[in-house]
């Protein structure tokens, strides 16, 4: 995913999109909702899920500028039966301008019990990236510039990722990074070599019971690049009567974001959120808007096997609790 991250930052100079305060460098994740989204971008997840999950997340990033990033993703978390293992499949199309680039992975997990309820998962992807750059799709700023009078791109970045990922039934935190394969691309015409330096995901999050009714969760996603400038995501929702989620995010010195969530069945989840600029790209887009669908499969057999079985280890009566909240 680094790769994309340092293609896009190419791309963006290409067709002239700058803005004071605005930083090229688009990185991994970007997503709003990242607290439903943990298995894209950190592979240790796939094992801690309670069920199968699919999803499938859509985001139009800065609406009403030209060229700006759409991302969709299809991902799903698959824990094996022996509550020990979990395989994953991610698999994510970006536009930008006159770029396309389609990333595949596949994650494999197995995790370990820590104490009778906390867990450490350990995790591994393994995958690659397809780019193409059509530069007779773009209206550019400065034709003359020599990269545009290129050759088109078709090219395969292989991928290598991996993480951790720490969680009891009410918290969770995790380290991990997108690909160990950094890169240095040289290019003749313009006597430059970009590099791609490893990116480090950092998430937390923790579940407060206020009620029987209301749970409220603040998590934080924190994202550094060796010469980098640091992102940092800061959100919090609310949970009421295990159905409905409404909260806000920011994004240090980028974005605020309104987030919502219904739980429409015990099977299916949709969840949505706004994001308004607060940087100097704010005076030319209406934000940007993003949609997650999650399924669940097996959903009450595997929590209620999990739950008895912790329970059992605490001495506690066999019950089923609510779903975790992450």
């Given at each position: 995913?680094?790769?994309?991250?340092?293609?896009?930052?190419?791309?963006?100079?290409?067709?002239?999109?700058?803005?004071?305060?605005?930083?090229?460098?688009?990185?991994?994740?970007?997503?709003?909702?990242?607290?439903?989204?943990?298995?894209?971008?950190?592979?240790?997840?796939?094992?801690?899920?309670?069920?199968?999950?699919?999803?499938?997340?859509?985001?139009?990033?800065?609406?009403?500028?030209?060229?700006?990033?759409?991302?969709?993703?299809?991902?799903?978390?698959?824990?094996?039966?022996?509550?020990?293992?979990?395989?994953?499949?991610?698999?994510?199309?970006?536009?930008?301008?006159?770029?396309?680039?389609?990333?595949?992975?596949?994650?494999?997990?197995?995790?370990?019990?820590?104490?009778?309820?906390?867990?450490?998962?350990?995790?591994?992807?393994?995958?690659?990236?397809?780019?193409?750059?059509?530069?007779?799709?773009?209206?550019?700023?400065?034709?003359?510039?020599?990269?545009?009078?290129?050759?088109?791109?078709?090219?395969?970045?292989?991928?290598?990722?991996?993480?951790?990922?720490?969680?009891?039934?009410?918290?969770?935190?995790?380290?991990?990074?997108?690909?160990?394969l950094t890169l240095g691309i040289?290019?003749?015409?313009?006597?430059?070599?970009?590099?791609?330096?490893?990116?480090?995901?950092?998430?937390?999050?923790?579940?407060?019971?206020?009620?029987?009714?209301?749970?409220?969760?603040?998590?934080?996603?924190?994202?550094?690049?060796?010469?980098?400038?640091?992102?940092?995501?800061?959100?919090?929702?609310?949970?009421?009567?295990?159905?409905?989620?409404?909260?806000?995010?920011?994004?240090?010195d980028n974005a605020v974001s309104?987030?919502?969530?219904?739980?429409?069945?015990?099977?299916?989840?949709?969840?949505?959120?706004?994001?308004?600029?607060?940087?100097?790209?704010?005076?030319?887009?209406?934000?940007?808007?993003?949609?997650?669908?999650?399924?669940?499969?097996?959903?009450?057999?595997?929590?209620?096997?999990?739950?008895?079985?912790?329970?059992?280890?605490?001495?506690?009566?066999?019950?089923?609790?609510?779903?975790?909240?992450?």
């Amino acid at each position: 995913m680094l790769i994309r991250s340092f293609l896009k930052y190419k791309v963006i100079l290409v067709i002239g999109l700058y803005w004071s305060g605005f930083s090229l460098a688009q990185r991994e994740p970007q997503y709003t909702q990242y607290m439903y989204n943990i298995g894209s971008f950190n592979p240790a997840y796939v094992s801690s899920v309670e069920s199968s999950e699919f999803s499938a997340l859509y985001r139009a990033q800065w609406i009403d500028i030209p060229g700006a990033p759409k991302t969709l993703r299809f991902g799903a978390n698959i824990p094996l039966s022996n509550e020990k293992m979990g395989i994953g499949f991610n698999v994510v199309s970006d536009q930008l301008g006159p770029s396309s680039q389609t990333y595949i992975d596949v994650a494999y997990s197995y995790q370990v019990n820590l104490s009778s309820d906390s867990w450490l998962s350990f995790g591994l992807d393994a995958g690659g990236s397809f780019l193409n750059l059509n530069y007779s799709d773009g209206n550019f700023q400065n034709p003359s510039e020599p990269l545009i009078g290129g050759d088109n791109l078709n090219q395969f970045y292989p991928i290598l990722g991996g993480g951790l990922f720490m969680y009891g039934e009410n918290w969770y935190t995790g380290i991990s990074t997108p690909n160990f394969l950094t890169l240095g691309i040289y290019d003749e015409e313009l006597e430059a070599v970009i590099d791609n330096n490893i990116q480090l995901d950092f998430i937390a999050g923790y579940v407060f019971e206020i009620s029987d009714n209301t749970k409220f969760k603040p998590a934080a996603l924190i994202n550094y690049i060796d010469q980098g400038p640091i992102t940092v995501n800061l959100s919090a929702n609310f949970l009421f009567l295990d159905a409905f989620t409404i909260g806000a995010s920011y994004r240090l010195d980028n974005a605020v974001s309104g987030l919502a969530g219904f739980q429409i069945s015990n099977t299916m989840f949709l969840g949505y959120s706004y994001d308004y600029n607060t940087n100097g790209l704010g005076e030319f887009t209406n934000g940007s808007h993003e949609a997650i669908l999650k399924f669940y499969f097996g959903r009450e057999g595997r929590q209620r096997s999990k739950k008895q079985k912790n329970n059992k280890l605490k001495g506690k009566p066999k019950q089923v609790d609510s779903p975790r909240f992450f």
